[in-house]
């Protein structure tokens, strides 16, 4: 059995003349929470545009369980991957639950509304989210946390088994921003979802995934286990700082206790 969801071979892409990513090949793991981390136009939204066939790429090949994404129906691959993207916009008065309904349309057939299953799928993705209170309520009078416990629903109401997501936890205090994250690494262990996200704590990407990938002018520095790859001289690399490295009271993940610029 194949151990990697998404497999991507000598990609280059670009807005207009500007190349961003050249040359890239990279594999993302089965049923593991994927976070990449870099600085600020380093190719990380590049990256996740590319996968979920937002930008076509310039060169390059990118596959999904075997099966490259280029050659399927935009129906079929959204069975098979639910994309957020950085800072989601919806219709003013837009209900939640007609928010996550929108996570049906792969299943739709033409011209055919919401059938029972269907509303069930909705319904269980609210509870799972932890917003089914909040269901007939517009989307946003919400909080932001709530409000993106509702977008995450609507691409679990997909019934996937991949999971993009663009800096999910962007303009979001420090409690919701764990809350968001502890759920995905919920239902990543929970559903066996293949979670992949940018982001940009160092340290709530080192606390909550399982494989971290540093991304550099568009090419791959290190990839790997937090506890094998967040070290000094790797953070020097990404970021141009000096660090200081512990890791938790558990021992479970590192931990980036200060840095500085590094001369």
Known sequence: ????????????ASYEDNIIIDSLDLKIPKNKVTM????NGCGKSTLLKCISRLLIPDKGQISINGS??????SKELAKTM????????????????????????????????????????????MEVTGIIEYADRPLDSLSGGQRQRAWIAMVLAQETEILILDEPTTYLDISHQLEILTLLKELNEKFNRTVVMVLHELNNAAKFADHLIGLKSGNVVFEGSPKAVVNCENLRILYGVNSSIQLDSTGTYPVCVDFQLAK
């Open 82 to 125: 639910a994309v957020l993207p950085q800072s989601p916009s919806a219709p003013g008065g837009l209900l939640v639950r007609e928010l996550v309904s929108y996570g049906r349309f792969p299943y739709q057939k033409p011209m055919g509304g919401l059938k029972k299953d269907d509303m069930e799928i909705i319904n269980r993705s």
């Open 1 to 12: 059995m194949n151990s990697y969801n998404i497999e991507i071979n000598d990609l280059q």
């Open 36 to 39: 990449i981390i870099g600085s």
């Open 68 to 73: 490259e994404i280029k050659k399927r129906a």
